[in-house]
């Protein structure tokens, strides 16, 4: 397959980028940098310059895909729109690109409803206070993923962390898991590269987290 990954660059996409070429795909890696991307393990990606969230940056890189990765990411909790940006961009992108499928990131944290009351009292007077603005601008970039034509994903998961991936992911198509926890950014990346263009996964929130 053919795959492009928006924001290459970050914790996430790097793995993303790895993996995807360790399972042979030709990848795309697409960033606002490129000069800045590190070496990979599995092989050397072709890379594409863009800012993805000025408008008509993504048409190029995206074209002929078969899939589409969005890793965008922002610093600090202050109001945002990368990820609402970022969104429109890329549905736009790989509408005019005949993308088959677009897979993007997003937080559990939008919905807690079968968190223990515990944890949810904690998301609600704590997590929520501290990321109200980024998970504002998450619900905006799903409602636009929402709206399109092009078969997308979300992947939703809880704090992410570094090490290694989980054996046993836990996975929820469509409905939240029980249990707040935390997901290695090699799970989902993992978890992502393996279901790229699958069709089960179209037009579904997934819900992902470690064992």
């Given at each position: 397959?053919?795959?492009?990954?928006?924001?290459a660059?970050?914790?996430?996409?790097?793995l993303?980028?790895?993996?995807?070429?360790?399972?042979?795909?030709t990848?795309?890696?697409?960033?606002?940098?490129?000069a800045?991307?590190?070496?990979?393990?599995?092989?050397?990606?072709?890379?594409?310059?863009?800012?993805?969230?000025?408008?008509?940056?993504?048409?190029?890189?995206?074209?002929g895909?078969?899939?589409?990765?969005?890793?965008?990411?922002?610093?600090?909790?202050?109001?945002t729109?990368?990820?609402?940006a970022?969104?429109?961009?890329?549905?736009?992108?790989?509408?005019?690109?005949?993308?088959?499928h677009?897979?993007?990131?997003?937080?559990?944290?939008?919905?807690t409803?079968?968190?223990?009351?515990?944890?949810?009292?904690?998301?609600t007077?704590?997590?929520?206070?501290?990321?109200r603005e980024?998970?504002?601008?998450?619900?905006?970039?799903?409602?636009?993923?929402?709206?399109?034509?092009?078969?997308?994903?979300v992947?939703?998961v809880?704090?992410?962390?570094?090490?290694?991936?989980?054996?046993g992911?836990?996975?929820?198509?469509?409905?939240?898991?029980?249990?707040?926890?935390?997901?290695?950014?090699?799970?989902?990346?993992?978890?992502?590269?393996?279901?790229l263009?699958?069709?089960?996964?179209?037009?579904?929130?997934?819900?992902l987290?470690?064992?």
């Open positions: 397959m053919k795959i492009a990954v928006v924001g660059n970050g914790r996430t996409g790097r993303v980028v790895d993996l995807a070429l360790a399972a042979g795909h990848v795309t890696a697409v960033a606002r940098d490129p800045r991307l590190p070496a990979f393990e599995h092989g050397t990606p072709l890379t594409a310059r863009a800012d993805a969230t000025r408008p008509g940056s993504l048409h190029e890189p995206l074209a895909q078969d899939a589409v990765v969005t890793a965008l990411g922002t610093t600090g909790r202050r109001a729109t990368v990820f609402s970022g969104a429109r961009e890329a549905v736009a992108a790989c509408r005019a690109g005949g993308v088959g677009l897979v993007t990131m997003s937080s559990a944290g939008l919905d409803s079968r968190l223990p009351f515990a944890q949810r009292l904690v998301s007077l704590v997590v929520d206070r501290l990321y980024i998970h504002r601008d998450l619900a905006r970039m799903e409602a636009v993923l929402a709206e399109s034509e092009t078969p997308w994903t992947v939703r809880p704090m992410l962390k570094d090490g290694p991936p989980s054996a992911p836990l996975v929820s198509y469509g409905r939240p898991l029980p249990l707040a926890g935390t997901a290695a950014r090699a799970t989902v990346a993992a978890w992502i590269t393996a279901h263009g699958d069709p089960e996964a179209f037009r579904r929130l997934v819900h987290a470690d064992d």
